[in-house]
């Protein structure tokens, strides 16, 4: 009995889930991991250069690369909610003080499929993005 428990704790260990770093990640290791676990998301802190923003609906997205449909992508999409907490912590709006600034972020990478459309109907090609949801301000932890 004595041989047989080291030896079925060993075999266990390498059944055991990693645990998620809680270091912040790049957009391409987000995007990674965002990934390999979809549709599921991959939890942690991102970090990322804010280099162009835009809206869509009521939601802002802050973007780290110029093109939004750049495949190295990783997209923000801060909430309603999420940007009047900002726009009163930062004192200006969210997208203007944030350009080309580097903000480290906690919430869930996840790969989300965009559609093309024509006249308001899908063409069945689409991409993917990487998105990562701010519902609230407290999920952007620091400015540089």
Same mark, same amino acid.
């Given at each position: 009995m004595r041989i047989v428990a080291p030896a079925l704790l060993a @075999? !266990? *260990?390498g059944c /055991?889930? &990693?645990?998620?770093?809680?270091?912040? +990640?790049?957009?391409?290791?987000?995007?990674?991991?965002?990934? @390999? !676990? *979809?549709?599921? /998301?991959? &939890?942690?802190?991102?970090?990322?250069? +804010?280099?162009?923003?835009?809206?869509?609906?009521?939601?802002?997205?802050l973007n780290s690369e110029t093109d939004y449909r750049d495949p190295?992508?990783?997209?923000?999409?801060?909430?309603?909610?999420?940007?009047?907490?900002?726009?009163s912590r930062l004192g200006t709006p969210v997208d203007t003080a944030l350009q080309g600034r580097t903000i480290h972020v906690d919430g869930e990478a996840r790969r989300v499929r965009i559609n093309f459309t024509y006249d308001g109907r899908p063409t069945g090609k689409y991409y993917y993005q990487t998105h990562v949801v701010i519902e609230r301000g407290e999920q952007l932890l620091s400015v540089d």
């Open positions: @075999a !266990l *260990a /055991a889930t &990693p645990q998620i770093s809680r270091d912040a +990640v790049v957009p391409m290791v987000a995007i990674e991991r965002a990934a @390999a !676990l *979809a549709p599921g /998301a991959y &939890p942690g802190v991102f970090v990322m250069t +804010v280099r162009a923003s835009g809206r869509q609906g009521s939601s802002l997205y190295r992508n990783l997209s923000l999409e801060v909430r309603p909610i999420a940007q009047a907490q900002l726009e």
